[in-house]
């Protein structure tokens, strides 16, 4: 079929395919003129086809545009856009530059990518990242749709597509390590495991050579195509391999039970700072894209990457929104977490608004209003916003709950009333009377900071191999190392810090609010002090699936620990644990060693509650203690007085060896019904039954 040109139209935005050819949309302000190039190949240092777009016949306000016939799925393709370059003012533009579609859904980088390339003057169309048409009705999705499982029965897996299956312990389809098909392959280890949704860390196609010397960029918090999957993690090597592979895995975890969240990032990109390169936003309308100072001079930089995304400008709104809608109807993704959310609540000059309108167009969005929206409410220019942010649909990653649970743990003073409140789903921090406890995220370790091995066995950050001096990475981690710095011998140590793990994830699972783990974790996988390792695309940073064997015992109190919690309803309430002089269900009761008595003294490092469920034929008690020296706890009757004839059961004690640490109902044994003598630096768990 013969290639042809003509005006095209305005709408949509990003290449759309017809069945005559395809219409190309994009956005440009400021510039002279711009081309639609055409490649047959990711590796072409020249295009196929060039189109000039005239201004008159090709542009609509600033919305540029050509309707080419016979092309379709499948072409590679990238923008070129001259006019004026004031680095002064602003204005980046460069022709020689070829350009990413924003709205791409699918790149091709060329196997010679280059950053340098597109930084340096001179063309980079051979070195350059292609944009994929993609006709996306040619997916089979089999009758496949979003899961809806609501927060109060999820439990949340946070892990790394490729590091998922990228070490050479696990036993993958060879073709499909590192890869979106191999999160397939392991997908009956998810299943064990207990977790109902996974949240990928960043998918949308980022550029991996954005890191110090000649590290990769791992994490993948440097997009530069946010609607189109990560061509890396994809196993074949056709241009549309990516977009088809990652829907493969999406309608596979949905047939397995499993939601899959995104990790999107729409508070910087790749292009950086006034150094960086030219990949796509700044050589269409840089003004526009990103926050600007200095009458243009200078990029605004609160996400500590040396850009911020303009999030709040109209352009920029449609395209997060659009962004949105296009993972949840083509990709059928079931929710997002959004990196430094709290950015996204600046206006154009980077001051805090009361009603942000991404924010709240997000929220209030009929189109996403049954996907999950998690906030992390903060940003890198210190706005924290865990408990305030905007909005009566927001999960938030709860900061807070992470350093209180840590605090206690570890031992420190003064902490013992503020878990408490961590514990019953945050009520001093999410003070909305409507609010379901379960838009906390509860988390100790996420992939910001030290493993759950590593919170026990280090006082101190070691990222020496990120290679920038041990300065980056949190400084305060309330971490302590059980007595010896990194890996040791010794067997009271080693003791210690099994015990103190198994604290960490049964306060997890017995607080209220959605539980997070961080992948790895039930098989307490190391990072070797490393609470950076954004650059580090090794073993530093994968899952040794030698572990399973290794940890089998820790795994199995995992398995048993969130297979208990999960089959109760008390755990899965929509409405916050309510104590004797409050209203709702079910009640929650504080103790201390004596009945009714809770310590909240500045040097108290211990607790008990009780919670009680009549409806649920539901009644628990648990005990903990971060004293190092054992406690002994009264005990309430286990009788309630709807169900008589009843006694306690130790589902959970930490101090004891595998298999009694945690163990289902109906092998758990009875205990004393007048008292508990819980061991120092232990977690106990208590069920009545008859």
Same mark, same amino acid.
């Given at each position: 079929m013969t290639i042809e040109a003509s005006p095209g139209w305005s709408y949509p935005l990003g290449a759309t395919v017809y069945p005559e050819g395809v219409n190309f949309v994009f956005f440009a302000r400021g510039c002279d003129g711009a081309e639609l190039l055409l490649f047959d190949e990711p590796d072409d240092a020249e295009p196929s086809h060039a189109f000039p777009l005239d201004r008159k016949r090709n542009r609509n306000f600033y919305y540029w545009h050509i309707f080419v016939s016979g092309i379709g799925h499948g072409q590679l393709y990238g923008y070129r856009v001259d006019g004026p370059y004031r680095p002064q003012e602003g204005l980046l533009f460069d022709g020689d530059k070829l350009l990413v579609d924003p709205y791409a859904r699918s790149v091709a980088p060329s196997s010679a990518y280059s950053r340098t390339a597109a930084a340096n003057p001179g063309r980079n169309w051979g070195q350059a990242i292609k944009s994929v048409v993609v006709d996306m009705d040619r997916y089979d999705w089999e009758g #496949?749709?979003?899961?809806?499982?609501?927060?109060? =029965?999820?439990?949340?897996?946070?892990?790394?597509?490729?590091?998922? /299956?990228?070490?050479?312990?696990?036993?993958?389809?060879? #073709?499909?390590? *590192?890869? &979106?098909?191999? +999160?397939? #392959?392991?997908?009956p280890y998810l299943q064990s495991l207990g977790v109902?949704? +996974? =949240?990928?860390?960043?998918?949308?196609?980022?550029?991996?050579?954005?890191?110090?010397?000649?590290? %990769?960029? &791992?994490?993948?918090?440097?997009?530069?195509? @946010?609607? !189109?999957?990560?061509?890396? $993690?994809?196993?074949?090597?056709?241009?549309?391999?990516?977009?088809?592979?990652?829907?493969?895995?999406?309608?596979?975890?949905?047939? !397995?039970?499993?939601?899959?969240?995104?990790?999107? +990032?729409?508070?910087? %990109?790749?292009?950086?700072?006034?150094? *960086?390169? /030219?990949?796509? @936003?700044? *050589?269409?309308?840089?003004?526009? $894209? $990103?926050?600007?100072?200095?009458?243009?001079?200078? &990029?605004?930089? $609160?996400?500590? /990457?040396?850009? /911020?995304?303009?999030?709040?400008?109209?352009?920029?709104?449609?395209?997060?929104?659009?962004?949105?809608?296009?993972?949840?109807? =083509?990709?059928?993704?079931? *929710?997002?977490?959004?990196?430094?959310?709290?950015?996204?609540?600046?206006? =154009?000059?980077?001051?805090?608004?009361?009603?942000?309108?991404?924010?709240w167009e997000i929220e209030t969005d009929p189109f996403l209003a049954g996907t999950k929206i998690i906030a992390e409410a903060w940003d890198a220019a210190g706005l924290y916003q865990v408990g305030s942010f905007i909005g009566h649909r927001w999960a938030e990653w709860n900061g807070k709950y992470r350093d209180d649970v840590r605090r206690f743990v570890k031992g420190d003073p003064g902490v013992v009333k503020t878990l408490s409140a961590r514990i019953n789903g945050s009520p001093d921090l999410y003070t909305q009377p409507d609010r379901e406890p379960n838009r906390s995220i509860n988390f100790v370790t996420a992939h910001d900071g030290f493993t759950l091995n590593d919170l026990v066995s280090y006082n101190e950050k070691h990222n020496e191999d990120n290679l920038e001096d041990n300065r980056d990475g949190a400084d305060e981690n309330y971490s302590w190392n059980c007595g010896v710095e990194g890996p040791t011998s010794e067997s009271d140590v080693l003791a210690l810090r099994r015990q103190q793990i198994r604290n960490f994830m049964t306060i997890l699972f017995t607080s209220q609010g959605t539980p997070m783990v961080l992948m790895g974790d039930e098989v307490r996988r190391t990072q070797a002090g490393n609470n950076n390792p954004y650059c580090q695309d090794n073993e530093i940073s994968w899952f040794d699936w030698d572990g399973i064997t290794e940890q089998k015992d820790f795994l199995r109190f995992v398995r048993q620990l969130i297979s208990f919690t999960q089959s109760l309803e008390v755990f899965r309430k929509r409405r916050f644990w309510h104590t004797p002089d409050t209203n709702g269900s079910p009640l929650v009761l504080w103790h201390g060693v004596q009945l009714n008595q809770p310590d909240w003294s500045h040097d108290s490092r211990s607790l008990a509650f009780e919670l009680q469920a009549p409806d649920d034929d539901e009644h628990l008690y648990i005990i903990l203690n971060a004293y190092w020296e054992s406690l002994v706890f009264e005990l309430p009757k286990a009788d309630l007085e709807t169900y008589e004839g009843r006694r306690w059961y130790r589902i959970v004690d930490t101090a004891l060896a595998s298999p009694n640490d945690a163990q289902p109902p109906e092998e758990a044994p009875p205990v004393d019904n007048n008292s508990y003598t819980a061991q120092p630096r232990s977690v106990v768990v208590l069920l009545a039954r008859p």
């Open positions: #496949d749709h979003q899961l809806d499982r609501p927060f109060a =029965e999820t439990v949340i897996y946070e892990m790394h597509v490729r590091g998922f /299956t990228q070490h050479p312990s696990c036993d993958v389809t060879p #073709d499909h390590r *590192g890869t &979106y098909l191999g +999160v397939v #392959d392991k997908i109902t949704a +996974v =949240e990928l860390m960043p998918v949308q196609h980022f550029d991996a050579q954005e890191a110090p010397g000649d590290l %990769t960029n &791992y994490w993948g918090y440097s997009p530069i195509a @946010f609607f !189109a999957p990560h061509y890396g $993690y994809a196993s074949g090597d056709t241009h549309l391999c990516a977009i088809d592979e990652f829907r493969d895995m999406v309608k596979a975890l949905h047939q !397995a039970g499993i939601e899959v969240i995104l990790d999107v +990032v729409f508070n910087h %990109t790749a292009e950086a700072g006034e150094d *960086g390169p /030219t990949l796509s @936003f700044r *050589g269409l309308a840089n003004r526009t $894209y $990103y926050m600007l100072e200095d009458n243009g001079a200078v &990029y605004a930089d $609160y996400s500590g /990457t040396g850009n /911020t995304v303009n999030a709040n400008n109209s352009v920029v709104r449609r395209m997060v929104l659009d962004c949105l809608h296009h993972w949840v109807a =083509e990709t059928h993704v079931d *929710g997002f977490r959004f990196d430094l959310a709290s950015i996204m609540s600046r206006d =154009e000059q980077g001051q805090l608004m009361d009603n942000p309108p991404i924010l």
